[in-house]
């Protein structure tokens, strides 16, 4: 169904005065709820403020003004300080840094005089991209990822500031190339972030000769396109929101992406987006909107109707529990097997700090992220990025497409943790 189609009607509806269309007034309910839902994760001040929902609430065509404009105070305190303790640690900042920008773009915030650690944030972000490029040209891939390396261009771009076409030649070689990996798996959100960068630079001739983009955007349209299943997805449930965003930016009409985006909408009438991250990537394409119009957001005339009713009560526990198998597989050892009996309900993360505290011989270590906890260290051994390792999930077999605290355990079964190369 054309949301364009839907707006109009909408409009239409509340000039003549006639009812509306109920397709139309369930999928702007629809947004609504989910709209508040993204803007509820903000009153959860213990963890560090996202730029990601913070872009996607100022993408959206609703407003909490006051709510955002106290997010964005948070982001250029809290963040910010984040940011300056990573950089003075050397640590690859690139997504972070470019979510950031992106996120002050899209509040029209005047970021030419922001310093970090004393220089200013573009300058930081030039840097990081520059380390970037490097690494690819030595190890023949980014310090971090393509999904980051995208992002940086993209912030770059969104700013204004030229992209060297060494830079982007480098990234529409990874895409086909397909290097542009979920692990060992074809990474749909990767390549939609890359056609949203090489859009912008498209979009920005006097900052690039786009006509030499004109074939890799093609080609990353169809691997888009090739990637639908027979549901609606592209990639899989957390992808399609960027492939989506990703299409519309690359000249898709919104006619044209009926299929994913009804996909969406069943999603989210499933919960299956409890997620900030899911719901803040997610969001736009719902409301056709993309990371791109972040570049021209003038922040005038806004809506300021969004407001959040009182807090749903926590629902209670059922009281049954699950017997849940933990196997762990270090790669080049023998695997271990170990049983706990866990809350039905109860998510991955609270089943490990169980089998933590109640069976020797099992340890675990996570680390924050966007995303929630990353299980980054178990029993004693540590994957990381700069070796190109992690620890994959997979229940009874299964790769699970969310993380350890998202993962709820409803069934007895087997999870697998196998430390694996990519
Ligand atoms: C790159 C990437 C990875 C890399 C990260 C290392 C690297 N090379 O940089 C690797 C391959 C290790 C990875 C692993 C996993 N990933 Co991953 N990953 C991504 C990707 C493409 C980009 C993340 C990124 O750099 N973001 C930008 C920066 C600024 O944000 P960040 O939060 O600081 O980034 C860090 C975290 O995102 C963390 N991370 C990466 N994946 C995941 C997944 C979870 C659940 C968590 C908590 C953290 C996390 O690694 C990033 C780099 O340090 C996203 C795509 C997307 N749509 O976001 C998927 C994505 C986040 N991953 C996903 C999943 C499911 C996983 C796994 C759980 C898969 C599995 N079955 O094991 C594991 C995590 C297991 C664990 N040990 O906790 C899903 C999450 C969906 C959800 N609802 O939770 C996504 C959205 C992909 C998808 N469409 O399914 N991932």
Redesign the pocket.
Known sequence: MNLVFFAGCAVLALVTGRPQDPATSDHEDLILSFNKKLLRSLEDQSILPNPSVHLALRLSTHHNLGMESAHLVRLKTELHKDLESSLSKQQPVT??LA?YTLALRSSCTDYNSLMLNQQPLIQHLKKQMELEKEHIATSHRPL??Y??YS?GILALCSSGVRVSTHVSNKLVRAVEQGQTK??VCD????VAMAGMALQCLKDSPSMHDGTQLEEPLRSIKQKLLDSQREDGHM??E??TG?AVQALLAMGSQVSDCSAPMEALRVDVRKGTYH?P??IS?TLPALQARTYLHAKTAECRDEDNSLALGPKPPPKEPPGQTVTLQVEVNPGDGAPSIKTVEVPKGSSLHEALKLLQQHQEGFTFETET????????VVNGVR?R?SDRS?????SDGT????????YKIEKAQKITIKKTS?
């Open positions: 997504g972070l979510l971090t990822n999904y980051q992002l979920h692990g990474s749909i959100d990767t990639g899989n957390f992808s960027l997620n991250m899911a990537q992220s966007l995303w929630g906890p990353f299980l980054s994957a990025q992690y620890w994959h999930l997979s790769s699970l497409s969310e993380g350890i605290q998202d990519y």
